[in-house]
């Protein structure tokens, strides 16, 4: 009786990531209340409006880290009743943490296109380096190796495939177009053509994953640690994913409330800025690999780490060409289109190496090294280099 009391006045004790998030929820109510009068009224920089640009940045990052425990929280209970792989109980949760990148997308179309554009293909080169560098926490057997999900081994690596195949065709084609044909930039058709075969492809991946994945067995080193998780009721598991696609919307939407004011006073150029913008945009992704890395679930820690690279080239790029595309329908003002200059078929074609790199570690015996976590590393640090010096 004395164990069944302790347990059951423990479940009702707030957790910290409740506690934080309710901080952080407070702090976003304040300033809502106090933007149209102290805020909106002041637009220099000053320490008023420096502290209320720092005072977003901490209120999306309390809100973030409770959206991320949320959202992680409902699939594992949603995953442990349907029985799922831990892998694609990730892959729906990294599904879910690009909702911040969608606010910030959406916010970002309405002031330049070409920033979302940006943005949304830096997310792929940053979500890379996590990869690279997450893979070197990785638990190894005594050859020094980490076996990779099933899940990541086959349709992982065909999802890369077709995304090489993608990326490398619409940088030749951008390149034909301007200097053959004189096409200078993406209009609505183009948009909307590319938009739907990257859906297209991402649609049959989850399905792949869901249909012939979901109840595979991890191999040992993936989840001989990960403890099991207890049934939740169905109002449980709905609550949880409440409260964790609210805290993204809020969340997200403060991120970017601050990164839009920071680069605005420091007057940064368009890669920096994007690489700065994508990072706290995909800060929800960096909470929940860090989290699921700490309760050992490492099946979805790496499957948020994976779907950071390849299915934010699937669902994001994507999402993002869509707004694009549907806002210059909705205004028909030539605005909202990409132009076909350096950066962006630079930003496209290099997407190729990322993924073909990747690619080929996977297939090498299905496995992980440190040396192959160390050669990605500085590929893609090199990447992110040559975008920002050649821009």
């Known amino acids: 009786m004395t164990n069944l009391a302790t347990q059951t006045s423990t479940s009702r004790r707030p957790e910290i990531w409740q506690i934080l998030m309710a901080v952080g929820f407070l702090i976003w109510v304040a300033m809502e209340i106090s933007h149209r009068g102290a805020r909106s009224t002041d637009?220099?920089?000053?320490?008023?409006?420096?502290?209320?640009?720092?005072?977003?940045?901490?209120?999306?990052?309390?809100?973030?880290?409770?959206?991320?425990?949320?959202?992680v929280q409902s699939v594992e209970h949603l995953g442990a009743r349907l029985r799922w792989d831990p892998f694609v109980a990730g892959t729906i949760a990294e599904m879910l943490a690009t909702l911040p990148e969608f606010v910030l997308i959406v916010f970002l179309v309405q002031i330049d296109p070409?920033?979302?554009?940006?943005?949304?293909?830096?997310?792929?080169?940053?979500?890379?380096?996590?990869?690279?560098?997450?893979?070197?926490?990785?638990?190894?057997?005594?050859?020094?190796?980490?076996?990779?999900?099933?899940?990541?081994?086959?349709?992982?690596?065909?999802?890369?495939?077709?995304?090489?195949?993608?990326?490398?065709?619409?940088?030749?084609?951008?390149?034909?177009?301007?200097t053959h044909l004189g096409k200078d930039s993406l209009k609505t058709t183009d948009l909307f053509m590319i938009s739907g075969v990257l859906f297209s492809v991402f649609a049959l991946y989850l399905y792949t994953l869901i249909r012939h994945h979901s109840a595979t067995t991890e191999h040992p080193s993936a989840d001989s640690q990960t403890p099991s998780t207890p049934h939740a009721s169905w109002p449980t598991i709905a609550t949880l994913f409440t409260i964790g696609?609210?805290?993204?919307?809020?969340?997200?939407?403060?991120?970017?409330?601050?990164?839009?004011?920071?680069?605005?006073?420091?007057?940064?150029?368009?890669?920096?800025?994007?690489?700065?913008?994508?990072?706290?945009?995909?800060?929800?992704?960096?909470?929940?690999?860090?989290?699921?890395?700490?309760?050992?679930?490492?099946?979805?820690?790496?499957?948020?780490?994976?779907?950071?690279?390849?299915?934010?080239?699937?669902?994001?790029?994507?999402?993002?060409?869509?707004?694009?595309?549907?806002?210059?329908?909705?205004?028909?003002?030539?605005?909202?289109?990409?132009?076909?200059?350096?950066?962006?078929?630079?930003?496209?074609?290099?997407?190729?190496?990322?993924?073909?790199?990747?690619?080929?570690?996977?297939?090498?015996?299905?496995?992980?090294?440190?040396?192959?976590?160390?050669?990605?590393?500085g590929l893609y640090i090199l990447l992110l280099y040559t975008l920002m010096a050649w821009e």
């Open 43 to 71: 637009n220099s920089v000053s320490p008023v409006t420096i502290t209320f640009t720092i005072l977003q940045l901490l209120t999306g990052l309390l809100i973030l880290q409770g959206a991320c425990e949320a959202l």
């Open 114 to 178: 070409l920033t979302a554009f940006t943005v949304a293909f830096i997310t792929v080169y940053n979500n890379a380096l996590i990869m690279s560098v997450y893979a070197f926490f990785l638990p190894r057997d005594r050859e020094g190796l980490f076996i990779m999900p099933k899940a990541i081994t086959r349709a992982g690596t065909e999802v890369l495939v077709a995304g090489a195949g993608l990326v490398l065709i619409i940088g030749i084609v951008k390149l034909a177009g301007t």
């Open 245 to 377: 696609v609210a805290g993204a919307l809020l969340g997200g939407d403060a991120v970017s409330a601050f990164a839009d004011d920071a680069i605005h006073s420091f007057k940064l150029p368009s890669i920096p800025t994007a690489i700065f913008l994508a990072f706290f945009a995909g800060i929800s992704e960096l909470v929940i690999i860090y989290k699921a890395h700490r309760r050992k679930q490492l099946a979805i820690a790496l499957s948020n780490a994976f779907g950071g690279v390849a299915e934010v080239m699937f669902l994001v790029v994507p999402f993002t060409l869509l707004t694009i595309g549907s806002f210059a329908l909705y205004t028909g003002n030539p605005f909202y289109s990409i132009p076909v200059n350096f950066t962006t078929t630079t930003l496209v074609l290099l997407i190729f190496p990322v993924f073909f790199v990747l690619l080929q570690y996977l297939r090498n015996e299905h496995t992980f090294s440190v040396l192959q976590a160390g050669a990605m590393t």
